[in-house]
């Protein structure tokens, strides 16, 4: 199992969530974060860290939410690694909370 970045996320990124994590698993792109499947360990200690309550287990995924398990794996191979929390995009209040932003997803 896993645990899966989800569109809350998007624009967003407040970044918390890496601080926490002790298997060195989130890979950062321009306004999202994803959870490398391969390093994680199922802990569980980012979901609560989460101010967008962004953080799900793969086995809580909603069916809207699913495809997030595989963007997650497929991005995870692309982007860079975070080691440390960083600033929230500038203007997150806009976006928070904001339902579909997968459109805006910058790759
Ligand atoms: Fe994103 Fe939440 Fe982490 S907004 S960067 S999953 S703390």
New binding site residues.
Partial sequence: MTYV?TD??IQ??????VDICPADAFREGKNF?VIDPDECVDCGLCVP????E??FAESELTTDDEHFLELNAELAKEWPLILEKLPPIEGYQSWSGKPNKLAHLER
Avoid: G, L, Y
């Fill in positions: 970045v809350n996320c967003c990124k407040h970044t918390e969530c974060i860290e989460c101010p967008e962004a953080i």
